[in-house]
């Protein structure tokens, strides 16, 4: 029973004695202890990886920005801007891939724009498309009618479609797509292609 008591009061003794040594320490002794724990402790800086993944989105979201800008002048027809090197380099990385985001969306949205300026939809053709297609299809994009001849919003034929440009089957492309093909096709030919409705 002795000998228990005086191994663990050895040992409680054992481990007080760095405690008491690092109390009774001068001040600069305390200062070199803490420059050892510091060492010692793992620092929070970004590794080489991640600061080239972080390099990587700001490059891409210049590179958007300069895509965006030389869209927006094409569509607006003005000089495009010169883009500097912005506050948004120094975001993280998830408000980077965010931003890189919302310019990719910008961006296409754009790009529709251009393609409907270059059919030639105005907002004047646009309401005249309306209602062709209202009589035509009740603005349905995947109508067939005409025993299968006629197909999509605007009632293409296979001949017509493929005259402006179209691809496949009129009543699978986008509405976006029959729109712009539509519009191309009242530019060149009229109101003609349209007998009835036109």
Same mark, same amino acid.
Request: hydrophobic residues 40%; proline residues 4%; charged residues 30%.
């Given at each position: 029973?002795? !000998? +228990?008591? &005086? @191994?663990?009061?050895?040992? *409680?003794? @054992?481990?007080?004695?760095? %405690?008491?040594? &690092?109390? %009774? ?5 305390? /200062?070199? =202890? ?6 010692? $402790?793992?620092? $929070? $800086? ?6 080239? +993944?972080?390099?990587?989105? #700001? /490059? ?46 910008? &961006? ?15 907002? *004047? ?6 209602? =062709? !297609? #209202?009589?035509?299809? +009740?603005?349905?994009?995947?109508? =067939? ?25 009129? %009543?699978?492309?986008?509405? #976006?797509?029959?729109?712009?093909? %539509? ?6 030919? *009229? ?8």
């Amino acid at each position: 029973m002795r !000998a +228990h008591l &005086i @191994a663990v009061l050895s040992v *409680g003794v @054992a481990a007080a004695v760095p %405690a008491v040594a &690092i109390s %009774a320490a001068t001040p600069n002794d305390v /200062k070199a =202890i803490d420059k050892t724990v510091t060492t010692t $402790t793992k620092t $929070t $800086t970004p590794d080489a990886n991640e600061l080239l +993944h972080q390099r990587r989105l #700001a /490059k891409r979201f210049l590179k958007l920005r300069k895509r965006l800008n030389r869209l927006v002048a094409e569509r607006d027809g003005r000089k495009v801007r010169k883009v500097r090197a912005p506050v948004q380099l120094r975001w993280s990385d998830r408000a980077l891939v965010r931003a890189n985001r919302k310019l990719g969306k910008r &961006i296409r949205s754009v790009r529709a724009d251009l393609r409907d300026k270059r059919a030639g939809l105005t907002p *004047g053709v646009r309401a005249t498309l309306e209602r =062709i !297609a #209202a009589c035509e299809s +009740h603005g349905n994009p995947r109508a =067939i009618g005409g025993g299968g001849a006629y197909r999509g919003k605007y009632q293409f034929s296979f001949g017509t479609w493929a005259s402006v440009g179209g691809k496949g089957d009129p %009543a699978r492309a986008s509405e #976006a797509e029959q729109d712009r093909r %539509a519009a191309m096709l009242l530019k060149h030919g *009229g109101r003609g292609h349209w007998p009835v409705c036109g």
